[in-house]
């Protein structure tokens, strides 16, 4: 990455000692504090402005960043998990069930990695089989027959392109969930929350506001495989990262997401419990503004929300 780690990681530790120092000696720092917290913005904003494309997808990918379990285990209590799609069997990378959210039962649908090699292995790297999105598709049936909202998480490179995955019908199964989200009768919110890569994403996140970390990604591929397939050589990820324009900021200025969402100095990944926050706030404003609307209002405006994106005009001139 272009920008300088150790400046805001510094800064990060004398913040942290000095907070340590405050509540061991009973200290009132809260000028020194506020200096130091001052200068951690500070930093972190000059830091976001060098990040290139490349640099985010890196930071999107990082093992530390919470996963769709770490935001169930900070924002929601009375957790019950809900397994299998009832055809086949259950797909660990992708994880769902109830939860109360602020008050509220929610259905909580999310993909989930894992952090060491064990745990990936298990959770096939956050890439779900086609099990996984009927399983999803079981679960949003679920929660528009109690007529509960629907929280999703969005972390993967994309759905598994194993033959085992394809001969259970991959494709069919994600076109089902984009048919069933289109036309779910109770709020949706998505999150992307990591990676958002191809259809393997969209299969959980055609929703009435879709939410993007500030540093997460979205696209139709991954930068590595758009370089491979445009220039031959995966050597030119970065290139690509620039023509997919996969950021945040790039996505909320072509209205695909709705809100982009701030993450701590330095990365989601350095104060997961201060990300997971501010995620939560999000989605649970939107929940506000969605729910005890008219089922076929939400339908309606959630379906021409989709229609409308790509439209182009042609010009007179051109």
């Known amino acids: 990455m272009t920008a300088d780690k150790g400046s805001l990681e510094d800064i990060r ?14 200290l009132d720092l809260k000028s020194e504090v506020g200096d130091l917290e001052r200068r951690l913005e500070d930093a972190h ?6 990040l290139s494309r490349y640099d985010r997808v890196h930071l999107a990918r990082h093992q530390e960043r919470p996963f769709t379990l770490d935001f169930v ?9 809900l397994h299998g799609d009832r055809k086949y069997r259950d797909d660990p990378a992708i994880v769902g069930g109830w939860a109360t959210l602020e008050g509220r039962t929610v259905m909580i649908v999310g993909q989930q990695k894992g952090r060491d090699m064990k745990e990936n292995l298990r959770r096939n790297f956050g890439s779900p089989h086609p099990e996984g999105y009927r399983k999803a598709e079981r679960l949003f049936r679920l929660a528009e027959k109690f007529g509960r909202s629907v929280v999703t998480f969005v972390d993967t490179q994309g759905a598994y392109p194993g033959i085992g995955a394809e001969e259970r019908g991959q494709a069919e199964a ?10 779910l009768r109770v709020p949706i919110v998505t ?10 994403a969209l299969g959980i996140a055609v929703a009435d506001r879709v939410l993007m970390m500030e540093n997460a990604i979205y696209s139709v591929i991954s930068p590595e495989g758009c370089a491979a397939i445009l220039w031959r050589s995966r050597d030119r990820a970065e290139d690509a990262a620039d023509a997919l324009k996969l950021t945040a900021s790039d996505l909320a200025d072509s209205g695909v997401i709705d809100e982009v969402i701030s993450e701590p100095p330095g990365g989601a990944h ?19 503004q969605l729910e005890g609307r008219d089922p076929e209002d939400l339908v309606r405006e959630r379906r021409e929300k989709y229609y409308a994106m790509g439209h182009w005009e042609e010009r007179a001139d051109a």
């Open 270 to 288: 350095l104060d997961p419990e201060a990300a997971a926050r501010t995620v939560g706030e999000a989605i649970v404003r939107h929940l506000d």
């Open 191 to 200: 999150t992307i929350i990591g990676e958002g890569g191809s259809g393997g």
């Open 73 to 81: 285990d900070y924002l929601c209590s009375d957790w019950i998990e």
């Open 45 to 50: 904003r000059d830091e976001m402005e060098t």
């Open 13 to 26: 530790q004398q913040l942290d000692e000095l907070r340590k120092r405050a509540a061991e000696r009973g």
């Open 174 to 183: 994600i076109a089902r969930n984009l048919i069933v989200m289109a036309g």
